[in-house]
């Protein structure tokens, strides 16, 4: 099984997947033959890279006091 990220595209009324002829070559992939496709869409990117930050306070409050902080300079 081969791993790879693709952009979808428009294809007629359709959406298509291209895979990249090196990858067609490499796993003897053939026109007209089949295959099995594993999707799974990326909800957020940025999420899935950094994960989710929790805090002990509030957004408002983590502001609230590093503004306090920078007035005491």
Known sequence: MISLKSHIRKWGRSLGVVIPKKLAIKEHIRPNET???????????????????????????????????????
């Open 35 to 73: 295959v099995d496709i594993f999707i799974k869409k990326r909800t957020n990117p940025i999420k899935e890279t950094f994960g989710t930050l929790k805090f002990k306070e509030s957004t408002k409050e983590i502001l609230r006091k590093s503004d306090k902080e920078a007035w005491d300079e």
